[in-house]
């Protein structure tokens, strides 16, 4: 997700909405979180059947879970021409036909349907990622952080809901393809569930301007370059793990079936786990202790996979969980960045695109080396080096807001 610059002059010209209107908006809000983590972990637990089925060998299968990330760089750059040129919520409804035309099709049982279908779904997802929060600003200008928690719980649930029961669905249906092209029936339902929403904005479209600020001479900022490094770290370590943990755990014995329940618990465990950090990082000087702890769990959940039995895969689940709670603190840190909203929706996007960029990397090199190697001990050692990293790069990033807090405490100390 990235956050948007608002646009104060559109709200204040949009009339007060019907109930009816607002409930539908809400319910289209549900239904497209619901999908944008779905696509990806339906895959990850499908993975290991796919590969045998299809038969498609070691570098295929080290590039389709790289194509999200990728998909999330180049094409969620394109999110701001896109909506300049149609509307944030005609280029919603595009992109979710683009996710449901994209999930279908790779339902079809070909190596090259299954390439074709994630480019297309994932290119539809990374557009509806950006341009998400704006659609939330726009709608509910006045309940924005309790509609973005409810589409972050909503995306997370669908994420695991999916890879708890993708895995039992493609065996009753007698085909791993069969079931993954099942998750764009879900798609198609929020594309249908949104079609009202953008036939409404389009009879009442209000445009407003805002001011622009290009994100890439950011990079060479401090305050850029610590985000845009805090985000390619904990986007690599969440990719890597969200692709082959489930396929991680059935190599090393574990039934498909209960390495999807593992992928499950993993994902399931992050939810909460993003509450609590906002709640801690939320307090004075209490940011740096949130990051502490989810970058230090996730250390010690990486080494657990590399050195427990996989019959305590329950573990290293729980603990990488919550390590993937980091994500809603690493917004809440971009959306305080900035001198003026352009400037946070400049680094936000600097962030995002280049993070997701350079975080592809990790699927796909961790696939590369399992093949090369025929086991994940350099794999997770390389992992475990990313996530003490992160600890660094936390400790860097926090330091100014330690900073304020402080002076803030002093100043009230003396006054």
């Known amino acids: 997700m990235t956050s948007v610059s608002s646009a104060p002059a559109a709200t204040a010209a949009r009339p007060p909405k019907a109930r009816a209107t607002v409930v539908v908006s809400v319910i289209a809000l549900v239904l497209i979180g619901l999908n944008l983590r779905a696509g990806i972990t339906g895959a990850s637990a499908l993975f290991h059947d796919l590969q045998l089925v299809l038969g498609y060998g070691p570098l295929v299968a080290s590039v389709i879970p790289s194509i999200p990330t990728l998909c999330f760089a180049l094409a ?49 997802l990374a557009v509806c990622n950006v341009a998400m929060p704006s659609f939330i600003r726009e709608h509910f200008a006045h309940r924005t952080s309790l509609m973005t928690g409810l589409y972050t719980v909503t995306m997370t649930t669908g994420a ?110 992050s939810v909460p786990a993003g509450m609590v950090l906002i709640a801690i990082g939320s307090r004075p000087r209490m940011l740096r202790p949130a990051f502490y702890l989810v970058s230090v769990t996730m250390v010690i959940g990486v080494a657990a996979l590399l050195f427990l039995p996989v019959s305590l895969a329950a573990v290293p689940a729980v603990l990488l969980g919550f390590g993937l709670g980091i994500f809603p603190l690493v917004m809440v840190i971009i959306s305080r960045s900035g001198r003026d909203t352009a400037e946070t929706t400049a680094l936000s996007t600097l962030a995002q695109s280049t993070g ?50 402080t002076a803030k405490s002093t100043a009230k100390t003396k006054g």
């Open 160 to 269: 695991t809901v999916t890879a708890v029961t993708v895995v039992p669905l493609a065996q009753l249906l007698g085909s791993p393809s069969a079931g993954l092209g099942a998750i764009g029936i879900l798609a198609m339902t929020a594309f249908l569930g949104f079609l009202p929403v953008a036939l409404h904005a389009h009879r009442n479209s209000v445009r407003g301007t805002s001011g622009h600020v290009s994100p890439w001479p950011l990079l060479r900022t401090r305050k850029g370059a610590l985000l845009t490094a805090i985000f390619t770290l904990q986007a690599l370590l969440a990719y890597a793990l969200l692709s082959w943990f489930p396929y991680m755990l059935t190599t090393m014995g574990l039934s498909a079936a209960d390495s999807g329940l593992m992928f499950g618990l993993m994902q399931l465990v």
């Open 356 to 405: 997701y960029l350079l975080a592809t990397v990790g699927p796909f090199g961790m696939g590369l080396l399992h093949s090369s190697t025929g086991g994940w001990t350099l794999p997770l050692a390389l992992l475990l080096a990313i996530a003490l990293a992160q600890i660094v790069v936390a400790h860097h990033l926090t330091a100014r807001s330690t900073a304020k807090s």
């Open 76 to 124: 969620g750059a394109a999110t701001s021409w896109l909506t300049g040129r149609l509307g944030v919520e005609k280029s919603i409804l595009l992109c979710l036909a683009m996710l449901a035309a994209g999930l279908l099709v790779r339902g079809i049982p070909s190596t090259g349907m299954l390439l074709a279908g994630t480019v297309l779904g994932m290119s539809g």
